[in-house]
């Protein structure tokens, strides 16, 4: 769409204006990949990502979240205010990502499950990995109670870690863990240590334009958890990054991110206690001078067409906002 192209910064510029009236479009990435896999087929690829960064540098006016969310507070947002957010610290955030945002010079965030830092893997992508490389045409997990997939290519490997990964998404945390762990044993094959970022890659991705947040240490639903544990990993997952920075963190993301679902009123106190300045959800809309600063929407865009992209930006730039008080 050669016109929407054209059209696209006027449009952001009239349904994004500024100062008082002002709304903050915040977008959410997990992974950049190098070239696509298919068992993510709704992760973006380096050239995906790179045209979404671009469309970014042209219709909006990025900045870092830190900044955007002063402003917000202050009513003095620029038009067409954006940010970019990463959530759980994969390497190839740092390593795909970086040099792509440094080319439209874009600043962005990672929020940093601390408990994966230097080798770990986070659940599901345990899952994935293990599905990944598991042996042979058919994976008979009934054992322990998670069924029988089909794993004879690609398309039936990703199905098969989808109905896996739904089923143990909201099982309680240690539950989870221990299916998990039941789960990749059974498969019985390495799983890689190399997904997420190095203690090292933290502070050179606070050096490459990235500002870095909390988003707990082992990335449990809060809600699954009880409170002293919720607390724990909002705390704890704090102080290392500050530890790692020496310097204070004061941006968090609530794990998976869903109001009255995966987090709640108590658990947006408990980071607001923790000496955090602002919290990100995943509700979609853009966030406006009224919004709670501590459950700021944001907006996943997966879309591989870029006048797809455009639109739905749009789109949610005109969905009405959150309600302040919808906890």
Known sequence: ???????????THLVSPGGARGRLTIVM??????????????????EVFDFHMQ?????????????????????????RAACVTFD???RDNYTVAAPILKRYRLPATIFVSTGFL?????????????????????IDARAIGLGVYASGDDLERATA?????????????AKRSEKVHEFCSLIGVPLPADL????????????????IGGHTVNHPILTQIDDHQARSEIVDSKAHLEDILREKVTLFAYPNGRPNQDYLARHAAMVKEAGFIAAVSTASGAAKSDSDIFQLPRYAPWDKLKSRLQLRLLQNLLRPPPNPAYL
């Open 118 to 138: 230097d080798g770990g893997l986070m659940w599901n992508d345990s899952v994935v990995e293990a599905v990944r490389r598991a042996p042979g045409s058919t």
């Open 55 to 79: 469309t970014l540098a042209n219709g909006f006016k990025v900045l870092a979240l830190s900044e955007a969310i002063e402003r917000l507070k202050k009513r003095s947002l620029p038009r």
């Open 196 to 211: 997420m970022l190095s203690t090292d890659q933290v502070r050179a991705a606070r050096h490459a334009n990235f500002e």
């Open 88 to 90: 759980d610290g994969y």
């Open 1 to 11: 769409m050669p016109l929407l192209n054209s059209l696209f910064p006027l449009l």
């Open 29 to 46: 990435y997990h992974r950049v990949t190098d070239q696509l896999d298919p068992l993510l087929p709704y992760t973006p690829t380096a």
């Open 161 to 173: 870690t989808s109905m896996l990964v739904d089923q143990l998404k909201y099982l309680p945390f």
